[in-house]
T-cell receptor, first 115, second 109 residues
Framework: KAGVTQTPRYLIKTRGQQVTLSCSPI?????VSWYQQTPGQGLQFLFE???????NKGNFPGRFSGRQFSNSRSEMNVSTLELGDSALYLC??????????????FGQGTRLTVV | GQSLEQPSEVTAVEGAIVQINCTYQ??????LSWYQQHDGGAPTFLSY????GLEETGRFSSFLSRSDSYGYLLLQELQMKDSASYFC??????????FGAGTRLFVKA
C-alpha cells in the first residue's frame, strides 16, 4: 500500500510569489490535515479536509488556503509569500479524521524556502 | 489557548531508560498520541492512549492520566537509532490534532 505522497519535496520561491503544494493520501483515507513545521515550534495545525470540506482550521492568516478533491487528494496554497513562511509543510492522512482515528500517517513533507 | 508542554531536550546513554513527559491544556480531549521523527524524515506513529493507564508496544510504553492532563512516553533499552525528536499530540475531537513542540532525544554510547 502506497504511503502519503507530497510534491514537490523542495521548493524555493521569492517573496510575494504564491505556491501550491500537493498531497495524495493513503488509498481509502478520506481525511487530510496540513501542518507547518519550523524549528522549535513543533507542528502547527493549518487545516483539515474531509470529503472536499474544510472541517477545521488553525490560526493562520488568510494567505494560507487549501482544498480537497473528490479523490481525497489535497492541495494547499500560500499567496504573497513572506520570509517567515519558510518551513517544512507536512500532510497527514487518516481514515475519517474524527475521534475514532488513533493514528495519522505523514508524508515526507515539502521544504519551502522563501528568499 | 491550547497548549502541550514537553521538555525540549533529553540525553541518555545506550541501554538506559528514558521518560518524556507531556502536559496538555486543550478545549477538548479524545486521546494522546506519540510520534517519532528522525532528522529529514516524516513523523511516524508510536502509540496512542485514549483511556487512563499504560500501553506497551515493545520497547516503548505510553501512559495517560486524564485527571492530571498528563502523559509520558517511556523508552527502554535505548539504542542509538532512538536518537530523534518525539512529539506528543492531542486529538481535540474537533477534527483537529495539535502537537507539542517536540523533545529532542540524544542517545550516547
Amino acid at each position: 500500500k502506497a504511503g502519503v505522497t507530497q510534491t514537490p519535496r523542495y521548493l524555493i520561491k521569492t517573496r510575494g510569489q504564491q505556491v501550491t503544494l500537493s498531497c495524495s493520501p493513503i488509498s481509502g483515507h478520506r481525511s487530510v490535515s496540513w501542518y507547518q513545521q519550523t524549528p522549535g515550534q513543533g507542528l502547527q495545525f493549518l487545516f483539515e479536509y474531509f470529503s472536499e470540506t474544510q472541517r477545521n482550521k488553525g490560526n493562520f492568516p488568510g494567505r494560507f488556503s487549501g482544498r480537497q478533491f473528490s479523490n481525497s487528494r489535497s492541495e494547499m496554497n500560500v499567496s504573497t509569500l513572506e520570509l517567515g513562511d519558510s518551513a517544512l509543510y507536512l500532510c497527514a492522512s487518516s481514515l475519517e479524521g474524527g475521534r475514532g482515528d488513533t493514528e495519522a500517517f505523514f508524508g515526507q513533507g515539502t521544504r519551502l524556502t522563501v528568499v | 489557548g491550547q497548549s502541550l508542554e514537553q521538555p525540549s531536550e533529553v540525553t541518555a546513554v545506550e541501554g538506559a531508560i528514558v521518560q518524556i513527559n507531556c502536559t496538555y491544556q486543550t478545549s477538548g480531549f479524545y486521546g494522546l498520541s506519540w510520534y517519532q521523527q528522525h532528522d529529514g524524515g516524516a513523523p511516524t506513529f508510536l502509540s496512542y492512549n485514549g483511556l487512563d493507564g499504560l500501553e506497551e508496544t515493545g520497547r516503548f510504553s505510553s501512559f495517560l492520566s486524564r485527571s492530571d492532563s498528563y502523559g509520558y512516553l517511556l523508552l527502554q533499552e535505548l539504542q542509538m537509532k532512538d536518537s530523534a525528536s518525539y512529539f506528543c499530540a492531542v486529538n481535540t475531537g474537533g477534527f483537529k490534532t495539535i502537537f507539542g513542540a517536540g523533545t529532542r532525544l540524544f542517545v550516547k554510547a
